[in-house]
Nanobody
Framework: QVQLVESGGGLVQPGGSLRLSCVCS????????LSWYRQAPGKERELVGS????????HYPDSMKGRFTISRDNAKNTVYLQMNSLKPEDTAVYYC?????????????WGQGTQVTVSS
């Protein structure tokens, strides 16, 4: 059974930092790209960052660059999101995503999410 289990969320003050983790199982971890998304109440889910299967290539939307860093440890089947200089508008549920596209089909798995609340 495919599982992506996020952890590391919680309450943090503005300007603080958190590191989220996502432990994956049930699929061939090192063949999948990985992404972090977030969704705030009343807003669309948005991409925070992504990383290639080998970890050698990362992508961030311009709005996310500089404060968020995605990394992966294939030996531990884990993807991380380092979050710095957090702002109240970063408050959201953060989701881990695994994806792979082949000639015939796509694979796309999601975790349940972890709540991040940035508040004083």
């Amino acid at each position: 059974q495919v599982q992506l289990v996020e952890s590391g969320g919680g309450l943090v003050q503005p300007g603080g930092s958190l590191r989220l983790s996502c432990v994956c199982s049930g699929f061939t971890f090192n063949t999948y790209g990985l992404s972090w998304y977030r969704q705030a109440p009343g807003k669309e889910r948005e991409l925070v960052g992504s990383i290639a299967s080998t970890g050698g290539n990362t992508h961030y939307p311009d709005s996310m660059k500089g404060r968020f860093t995605i990394s992966r440890d294939n030996a531990k089947n884990t993807v991380y999101l380092q979050m710095n200089s957090l702002k109240p508008e970063d408050t959201a549920v953060y989701y881990c995503n695994a994806y792979m596209v082949t000639m015939l089909r796509k694979y796309d798995y999601w975790g349940q999410g972890t709540q991040v609340t940035v508040s004083s």
